[in-house]
């Protein structure tokens, strides 16, 4: 593991982000050595606390958002690993959605992905919802190289209660985040399809093969040569939708809409068809009740009508 190059400072004037604020507002600072929890939510207006308590501990960065599934297997992992290792780190979780110039800061390309600060410096730890002993072998050289540069202290919890419990997986997913966790995508997809054709209705099981879905298409792309193919080819629907699954991976959302939108208005047919069809599947994975899913369905029904 090497110190990343990503300089946040130089895209996020983090310095001017940090106002000040009483300890119940939100971004409130971290008094130092005395933070109410191991696991806190965190914006862009309180990062630069996160980048203070960096001083005295590790900060392990956690870029989320919510129509993620992959985040949500990662979170629980990271937040027993921060209760489990007692206040040695502290877990700062960023929702990627309310707060994309802290991802545009760390380059993030796709979520889940997972930073640490350490002295303030930004250091890249792994992107994916890795198994769990994974994750600890990253944790455990994160810590070894905070030692080696003298950052060692701990977290005071205090009185304040640690991170909430997560709810219980219901055990009928568990084959489907097994695969999903050992990286066999294929196979995660057929678990899901399963608890489909037992339940069409399961919305759990529906939203979590459309991630799956989104995964197994863009593993294996390049997203260089995507971008400049999709340059090339603006009317190709595949090319296009290539990116948009990409612009969403990444939490780009309103990109990944808009060229969908964009498709929808140019071209007829079954083209037009195709893109729709991609474009209602990516407002599934958001989810109906996201404000930019409900801005991009008004868009897409006056470009059909």
Not at 163 to 181: N, S
Not at 276 to 296: P, S
Request: charged share 25%; proline share 6%; with cysteine.
């Amino acid at each position: 593991m090497s110190q990343s190059s990503i300089n946040p400072y130089g895209a996020v004037d983090l310095s001017a982000l940090a106002k000040p604020a009483t300890p119940s507002e939100p971004g409130a600072a971290l008094p130092t050595g005395q933070v109410g929890s191991l696991v806190i939510d965190v914006d862009e207006a309180g990062f630069q606390a996160v980048v203070d308590q960096s001083m005295t501990v590790p900060v392990v960065i956690d870029f989320w958002a919510d129509w993620c599934g992959p985040c949500r297997q990662l979170s629980p992992v990271l937040e027993r690993l921060a209760v489990a290792d007692g206040g040695t780190w502290l877990l700062a979780k960023v929702d990627l959605d309310a707060n994309p110039r802290l991802g545009q800061a760390f380059q993030v390309q796709s979520i889940p992905a997972v930073f640490a600060v350490v002295k303030g410096q930004p250091i890249p730890l792994f992107q994916g919802a890795l198994p769990e002993a994974q994750v600890r072998q990253y944790l455990d050289e994160l810590l070894r190289v905070a030692e080696a540069n003298g950052v060692n202290g701990r977290v005071e919890v205090g009185d304040a209660p640690v991170a909430e419990a997560e709810p219980e997986v219901d055990p009928r997913y568990d084959e489907a985040y097994d695969a999903i966790e050992r990286g066999d995508l294929d196979a995660a997809a057929a678990a899901y399809r399963s608890l489909l054709d037992q339940s069409p209705a399961d919305a759990d099981a529906a939203a979590g093969l459309g991630q799956v879905e989104l995964l197994r298409r863009t593993q294996d792309l390049d997203e260089r040569a995507a971008r400049q193919a999709a340059a090339e080819r603006p009317d190709d629907v595949e090319a296009q939708a290539a990116v948009a699954d990409l612009d969403l991976l990444g939490g780009q959302v309103e990109d990944a809409f808009a060229r969908m939108l964009d498709l929808v208005r140019r071209l007829s047919g079954p083209e037009r068809d195709a893109a729709r069809t991609h474009l209602v599947n990516l407002f599934d994975l958001v989810g109906n009740q996201d404000d930019r899913v409900l801005k991009a369905r008004t868009a897409l029904a006056n470009a059909l009508f």
